[in-house]
């Protein structure tokens, strides 16, 4: 059992959880590492960085893959696809890009936010992207056309996390406006907000079954 973790440092640490200690760590960054994410397999990772790069790893080697370089600002947010081809990353650009991880090719923009991207989630089909962004909005995204289908408003600050249900039923986001929000992907709508909180909340999770939420 692996477990990631991503460093103002610049460094990704992987660590064994049964062992209780670090076995690799992954160094290329030139600047403090914002996000980390595990490839559905356990074989790879990606990670998100201040110095405006997204990175693909061998976490078996400690190996840099792929370094991607079209980013302008921080990346913020990165996440694999299911079948854990494609990877997602969503910069203070307001910019979210889909590249294959596989082959050499120019990655894909979608363009619509008007502020940082801090989330990305990317659908268990792999058709649909979600991203939360500073602008306050939810945004649904299709993989293949890069339209927006949807955009979900009802927070009132900075949207720092976004989480699909395994069914892709439901989408819960975290705000800075001390909420958090389940959402109804098919019709659009905001099904309850959870209100309930002291400060702000920073990051949301399904349970796998997506009975439960962890916020």
Same mark, same amino acid.
């Given at each position: 059992?692996?477990?990631?973790?991503?460093?103002?440092?610049?460094?990704?640490?992987?660590?064994?959880?049964?062992?209780?200690?670090?076995?690799?760590? %992954?160094?290329?960054?030139?600047?403090?590492?914002?996000?980390?994410?595990?490839?559905?397999?356990?074989?790879?990772? #990606?990670?998100?960085?201040?110095?405006?790069?997204?990175?693909?790893?061998?976490?078996?080697?400690?190996?840099? %893959?792929?370094?991607?370089?079209?980013?302008?600002?921080?990346?913020?947010?990165?996440?694999?696809?299911?079948?854990?081809?494609?990877?997602?990353?969503?910069?203070?650009?307001?910019?979210?890009? %889909?590249?294959?991880?596989?082959?050499?090719?120019e990655p894909f923009p979608f363009k619509g936010h008007s502020s940082a991207v801090n989330s990305v989630a990317l659908s268990?089909?792999?058709?649909?992207?979600?991203?939360?962004?500073?602008?306050?909005?939810?945004?649904?995204?299709?993989?293949?056309?890069?339209?927006?289908?949807?955009?979900?408003?009802?927070?009132?600050?900075?949207?720092?996390?976004?989480?699909?249900?395994?069914?892709?039923?439901?989408?819960?986001?975290?705000?800075?406006?001390?909420?958090?929000?389940?959402?109804? #992907?098919?019709?659009?709508?905001?099904?309850?907000?959870?209100?309930?909180?002291?400060?702000?909340?920073?990051?949301?999770?399904?349970?796998?079954?997506?009975?439960?939420? %962890?916020?």
């Amino acid at each position: 059992h692996l477990l990631l973790s991503g460093s103002a440092d610049t460094t990704i640490k992987v660590w064994d959880i049964d062992k209780r200690k670090e076995i690799k760590t %992954l160094t290329g960054h030139e600047d403090g590492v914002l996000s980390v994410a595990f490839s559905p397999n356990g074989q790879f990772a #990606l990670s998100g960085s201040r110095d405006k790069t997204a990175k693909l790893w061998d976490i078996h080697t400690g190996r840099e %893959l792929y370094s991607f370089t079209g980013h302008n600002r921080e990346v913020w947010s990165v996440a694999f696809s299911p079948d854990g081809r494609i990877a997602a990353s969503g910069d203070g650009e307001g910019i979210i890009y %889909l590249w294959d991880v596989s082959i050499d090719k120019e990655p894909f923009p979608f363009k619509g936010h008007s502020s940082a991207v801090n989330s990305v989630a990317l659908s268990n089909d792999g058709r649909l992207i979600v991203s939360g962004s500073s602008d306050t909005t939810i945004k649904l995204w299709d993989v293949v056309t890069g339209y927006v289908l949807h955009t979900f408003e009802g927070h009132k600050a900075r949207v720092n996390s976004v989480a699909l249900s395994s069914d892709n039923r439901w989408i819960i986001s975290a705000s800075d406006d001390k909420t958090m929000k389940l959402w109804d #992907l098919a019709h659009g709508y905001e099904v309850y907000s959870f209100d309930n909180f002291t400060g702000v909340v920073k990051s949301v999770a399904f349970s796998p079954n997506s009975q439960y939420i %962890l916020g």
